[in-house]
């Protein structure tokens, strides 16, 4: 045993309740780097279980898709109907995966519930996330594959063409989520993307009301704009973008007040903070109290990869939010993960901690 994981003991008998991040603070390490030295006192049997280290409360709860990544970067200039070189790579993805991700690297404590193969696929997903996230809330259905997102990519890094199966997340129903029905009503903040059915979304309205808790719906997609429940009074959060948003309203944003009239529009729906995103043009935000802002888009020289950033903007709303910023904060905070990630050649972007956040909002002001 190293000296560092005799310390963990030590401070874990102590107190029994103490979370990963106080953990991760008191050593001066990243909650990451904790969670897996305890995984592996687990493994040893030093540590019989985990019970200890997860403050249900506290948890903030990601609901939706976990899939695998492939991405096809075009060398040349993309021409159809014939063939493309290309480099290929792979990571894991799918949008309450990549928010649970960013968050759990900014130090949250995270459970995922999603559903998946019994595959490599999943295996894949698996080793990438386990640091960052409970992912003990999968459920696995051998008989299914897990979720695919393939993405064709140009030369300057803009989606060409992506293709989707999502089929897997139709087995996220409301029973599958009654069986987590103590997680999610003790938890400090519930996040939703559309990848559910309609009735799991109506459902998550339902319990979050019922217990008085937040919920923030992502959209994911334009199609997906059906599966929003009927009745948005009392949702905490919507973060859409402009494409989506034009979709469920049947109208187009042509200029800044159309722009502002669609935050209208979703907060008169009951909707009590929503962010609109519109790509370099920034992001419109706005509640009934502060009133509604305009945050402009940060200026990136280089973009290598667009995958990730809209995940990337939404979990930095989620955990400015979650601190207690203000609106322009908020929208600022996701404007810099959004422009990080898409400087990186990663899904999520590998150098993200709440210190490195903080001083990326520092550098922008």
Known sequence: MTEKEQLILDLIRKNPYVSQQELAEILGLSRPTIANMISGLIRKGNILGRAYILNESQQVICIGGANIDRKFHIKDKAQLGTSNPVYATQNAGGVARNIAENLGRL???VSLISASG?????TIIEDSSALYMNLKTVTQFPEKSTGSYTAVLDSDGELVIAL???DIYDAITPELLLKHEVLLSSSKCI??????PKETI????NLTKNHDLPIVLIPVSSPKMSRLPDDLNGVKWLITNRDESETYFNNEIRNEEDWKKAVKNWLSLGVMNVVITNGKKGSMIGNKEEGIFHVPAIDTNEVVDVTGAGDAFSSAVIYAWLKGK???EI???GSINAAKTLQSPYTVRQDLSAVQLQKDMEELS
Not at 118 to 122: E, M, P, Q
Not at 191 to 196: K, P, R, S
Not at 202 to 205: K, R, S, T
């Open 191 to 196: 996040m939703v993307d559309l990848n559910c």
């Open 331 to 333: 929208a600022k905070a």
């Open 118 to 122: 019994a595959d490599k696929d999943w």
């Open 326 to 328: 203000s609106l322009i």
């Open 107 to 109: 130090g949250l404590e």
């Open 164 to 166: 989707a199966d999502m």
């Open 202 to 205: 109506h459902f998550l309205c």
